[in-house]
T-cell receptor, first 113, second 114 residues
Framework: GNSVTQMEGPVTLSEEAFLTINCTYT??????LFWYVQYPGEGLQLLLK?????DKGSNKGFEATYRKETTSFHLEKGSVQVSDSAVYFC????????????FGDGTTLTVKP | EAGVAQSPRYKIIEKRQSVAFWCNPI?????LYWYQQILGQGPKLLIQ????????DSQLPKDRFSAERLKGVDSTLKIQPAKLEDSAVYLC????????????FGSGTRLTVV
């Protein structure tokens, strides 16, 4: 079956620190990969995506590279801000099964001033 | 473009009562999803529609939950009767069918069953 495993949280960093949130996946086929962010009291928002191997998705200073050989899609940011405090979800989506997504359990990030 | 609209934002009901949630997806998105998100967990798929047909409802507790998508646009999710463990945020999302596109989520409805 399909699954997504994320680094367990919570993660607490100081402002301007480097962020990595690990994500690995298992899929039958060639998925597209996504990171979503959820701010308190809100729904999930698409942060970035990559649709094929070696693609790099980027948005708002965050980056993730689709690594087929290691089945990974780790999220990175060089210098986090307090406003980046949120829950981050890694997800995969396949063209089969009508494009249903599989989500990880989420990683809570808290950035302190 | 307009986002996914959901209502109400909050709802408090007593156990054994019924409740309904409404979702208006992004225009042109063929696929609509209802997710249940319990505090501290990832979203759990309840039901997936493609146009007005059900694609996957394997995780929907059909003895108490029902959902419909009229004319392939708006959707409603109903719980009857509610249990304490149904307290959660109910998220609606829509997307194009192509898996290269991500989902657009609504803000969710926070349900508290007392």
């Amino acid at each position: 079956g399909n699954s997504v495993t994320q680094m367990e949280g919570p993660v607490t960093l100081s402002e301007e620190a480097f962020l990595t949130i690990n994500c690995t996946y298992t899929a039958t086929g060639y998925p597209s990969l996504f990171w979503y962010v959820q701010y308190p009291g809100e729904g999930l928002q698409l942060l970035l995506k990559a649709t094929k191997a070696d693609d790099k998705g980027s948005n708002k200073g965050f980056e993730a590279t689709y690594r087929k050989e290691t089945t990974s899609f780790h999220l990175e940011k060089g210098s986090v801000q307090v406003s980046d405090s949120a829950v981050y979800f890694c997800a995969l989506r396949l063209n089969t099964n009508a494009g249903k997504s599989t989500f990880g359990d989420g990683t809570t990030l808290t950035v302190k001033p | 473009e307009a986002g996914v609209a959901q209502s109400p934002r909050y709802k408090i009901i007593e156990k054994r009562q019924s409740v309904a949630f409404w979702c208006n997806p992004i225009s042109g998105h063929a696929t609509l999803y209802w997710y249940q998100q319990i505090l501290g967990q990832g979203p759990k798929l309840l039901i997936q529609f493609q146009n007005n047909g059900v694609v996957d409802d394997s995780q929907l507790p059909k003895d108490r939950f029902s959902a419909e998508r009229l004319k392939g646009v708006d959707s409603t999710l109903k719980i009857q009767p509610a249990k304490l463990e149904d307290s959660a945020v109910y998220l609606c999302a829509s997307s194009p069918t192509d898996a290269r596109y991500g989902y657009t989520f609504g803000s969710g409805t926070r349900l508290t069953v007392v």
